[in-house]
Nanobody, 116 residues
């Protein structure tokens, strides 16, 4: 059974940093496109950053230069380093592992709140 377990969310002041982790069980992160999505209340879930199987990296323009996605194949863990956070970054962040339409897995989400 595949499980993606996120951690690292919390409350941070504007300008602060957080590092999210996504531990994968039942799959190898090296074999999947691994991504981080966020979802604010009343909004659609949106892709923030992704790392493809061959290593190509994508960032949404809203986070480019502030967020860094990385993966550790030995630990089957994906990270999202988030710096210079602002109020618009407040959301639930979900880890995603995608290979095909039927091999598409989600974590339970972790809340990130940017508040002064």
């Amino acid at each position: 059974q595949v499980q993606l377990v996120e951690s690292g969310g919390g409350v941070v002041q504007p300008g602060g940093s957080l590092k999210l982790s996504c531990a994968a069980f039942g799959i190898s992160v090296s074999n999947y496109r691994m991504g981080w999505y966020h979802q604010s209340p009343g909004q659609q879930r949106e892709l923030v950053a992704a790392v493809h199987r061959a290593g190509q990296i994508y960032y949404d323009t809203s986070v480019k230069g502030r967020f860094t996605i990385s993966k550790d194949g030995a630990r089957d863990t994906v990270y999202l380093q988030m710096n210079n956070l602002n109020y618009k970054d407040t959301a639930v962040y979900y880890c995603n592992a995608w290979l095909t339409e039927s091999l598409n897995h989600w974590g339970q989400g972790t809340q990130v709140t940017v508040s002064s």
